[in-house]
């Protein structure tokens, strides 16, 4: 199949483009040119994304069979995407998030209860507020990744790309991706207590006990080149996850001991625990979703066990740690305080 890849060129586009070429496809990629050595042998049509029809011509010439959009942001942006493809591409692949549940607004404190149950099925109930997140998370993502506009949301994006009745589409809706080129580190802050020689890892109770999506980026590419090859998946909507559905508690153990930290991890009482070690929300609505629904119709499975997945990410996070950190994400001073504090409260017990 020729394959127009829009935004493909980076994070996860690296875990799926070597995959597509394995399967002998004809893989052309749209971005801005700032990657300029990403797959030389590859034809490229460099263009702005927030012009996309006015390169209409030069995809009409190109003629794929399906589009894959990893950048789309708003509904504007894929009524443009819809209205630019039609009667050119066969079939448009669109990745969307897991935080179009209303299991997201829930967790974020946007939408007030019931919490909703889980795991998480494609049919779940969807967030009935536009505002995805809090708009100073908002600023923090646009600030790492330029394809977030303030019109940011999933759900119209979702909604437009499944309505058009002349151009199938297909819908992804992705977890925390982490991996190699993770521009949000996710895994760091656990490696650097490592490396920084702490013999305890201390976690606020709440935030421990919690339940979130993840998925490491090969993985994600793997479920992407399932939904971009296999005809079936014209019209669905998957979600894309691994299976374990650890809390933060067992994700933080297994991450450390990937590192190869043999210490404790003590868990603190939410009212005596560091404000830094808490995360904001309703914790307890968990977001963890059923990937059932992609395993079944497409056979999809984890090409990358979850042991050499956590060993590579970190490597990484070694070789590439982060330009900028917030000291106060570090605050061992607090956290050995509490530590102290409770010690005490055992001893005295």
Request: glycine share 8%; hydrophobic share 40%; aromatic share 8%.
């Amino acid at each position: 199949m020729r394959i127009l890849l829009i935004g493909g060129n980076g994070f996860i586009g690296p875990a799926v483009v070597p995959r597509l070429q394995q399967l002998g496809h004809e893989i052309t990629l749209f971005h801005r040119g700032a990657e300029q050595n990403f797959y030389p042998e590859l034809k490229h049509i460099q263009g702005d994304r927030q012009e996309l029809p006015n390169y209409a011509e030069a995809f009409r010439e190109l003629a794929p069979d399906v589009v894959v959009d990893f950048i789309l942001s708003s509904g504007r942006q894929a009524r443009e995407l819809m209205d630019t493809f039609k009667g050119i591409a066969r079939r448009v692949v669109a990745l969307s998030s897991m935080d179009v549940y209303r299991a997201c607004a829930i967790l974020q404190g946007l939408e007030k209860g019931p919490l909703q149950p889980i795991p998480l099925a494609e049919d779940a109930d969807l967030r009935t507020t536009r505002q995805t997140y809090p708009p100073q998370m908002i600023q923090v993502l646009r600030g790492t990744f330029a394809w977030v506009d303030t019109e940011y949301d999933k759900i119209p994006v979702e909604q437009t790309i499944l309505s058009d009745k002349e151009l199938p589409g297909t819908i992804l809706r992705l977890p925390f991706v982490y991996g190699p080129g993770d521009r949000l580190h996710r895994l760091f802050h656990i490696v650097k207590r490592v490396d920084d020689g702490r013999k305890v890892i201390l976690m606020d109770e709440a935030a421990a006990q919690w339940r979130g999506p993840w998925g490491y980026v090969e993985n994600v590419g793997a479920a992407i080149v399932a939904a971009i090859t296999s005809e079936q998946a014209a019209g669905r909507v998957y979600n894309v996850a691994e299976p374990h559905g650890w809390n933060e508690l067992e994700w933080t153990r297994k991450i450390a001991e990937a590192a190869g930290w043999r210490g404790e991890i003590t868990v603190a009482p939410s009212a005596v625990a560091p404000a830094h070690l808490k995360k904001n929300g309703n914790l307890q609505q968990h977001w963890l979703p059923d990937t059932t629904r992609i395993r079944r119709e497409l056979g999809y499975r984890e090409p990358v066990e979850i042991e050499q997945a956590l060993k590579t990410t970190i490597a990484w996070e070694r070789a590439n740690p982060p330009q900028i950190l917030d000291p106060s994400r570090y605050d061992y001073a607090a956290e050995d305080a509490c530590l102290e504090l409770l010690a005490a409260t055992k001893n005295k017990a």
